[in-house]
């Protein structure tokens, strides 16, 4: 697996929590890196992207509460998330942007209940 995303668990309404996502060696750490995700009977939806040079964008539902980060130095990117809604519950996955089929990993789930 190329890329794997971690971090997962179940949070209550209004809590934190962080994700991350590393990157195998063989994965150009310039690439833009995206966070995704995928509610139970929905389709897998683009979360936010960070850039090579660290410029983020932001889906509507999550801007001014998710954060996405990375390091270069060991291929990990991060996605910060803040002000939990129960409808941010859905797996949660990494991808390069724009996503390859072959990098898509298992995902880490994230359950918000109230």
């Known amino acids: 697996v190329q890329l794997q995303a971690s971090g997962g668990g179940s949070v209550q309404v209004g809590g934190s929590l962080r994700l991350s996502c590393t990157a195998a060696?063989?994965?150009?750490?310039?690439?833009?890196m995206a966070w995704f995700r995928q509610a139970a009977g929905s389709s897998r939806r683009l979360v936010g992207t960070?850039?090579?040079?660290?410029?983020?964008e932001y889906q509507d539902p999550v801007k001014g509460r998710f954060t996405i980060s990375r390091d270069k130095g060991n291929n990990t990117m991060y996605l910060d998330m803040r002000t939990l809604k129960p409808e941010d519950t859905a797996v949660y996955y990494c991808?390069?942007?724009?996503?390859?089929?072959?990098?898509w990993g298992q995902g880490t789930l994230v359950t918000v209940s109230s």
């Open positions: 991808n390069t942007y724009p996503p390859l089929p072959s990098r």
């Open positions: 960070i850039t090579g040079n660290g410029r983020t």
């Open positions: 060696p063989t994965v150009n750490r310039l690439l833009t």
